[in-house]
């Protein structure tokens, strides 16, 4: 069977196997290079930064979803996994901007932001922007 290592399904099967695995690093390289044969694929984006954020590397994730906002500015998703990173890593005020931004895109689906950081249900600079946004 001859393999096409220019296709983006390639590499993201390929990602995916390594992470099971838990080979992060070699995921990592298979996920740069999803990202950049397919820029347009929002879910591996996702995917990936989730993958980098539960291996505690938080930085990477973030930065992942920061160049992800930049292809797709209008994802609120990235926003709101943004906000919980940032919340995550005690970034408070990085997470307030993320949350209101997510908010102005997408209100009706802001759960997505305790789905991905529970403890953000906790936090009252979280639930006042939800409830100041909630009439909008």
Known sequence: VELNVDSSDYWFVYAEIQKKLGFIDEARI???????LDPQNTFVISEYAEMLF?????????????QGIKTHP??????????A???????????????????NIDY???D????????????????ELIESYKDS
């Open 30 to 36: 298979a996920y740069d290079k999803v990202v950049e």
């Open 54 to 66: 539960k291996n505690e590397y938080f930085q990477d994730s973030i930065d992942v979803l920061t």
């Open 74 to 83: 209008d994802k609120a998703e990235f926003y709101y996994r943004l906000s």
């Open 85 to 103: 990173y940032f919340l995550k890593a005690g970034h408070e005020l990085d997470a307030s901007e993320m949350l209101q931004c997510a908010l």
């Open 108 to 110: 009706e689906n802001h």
């Open 112 to 127: 997505q932001l305790f789905t991905y950081f529970p403890n953000s249900k906790h936090s009252e600079m979280v639930l």
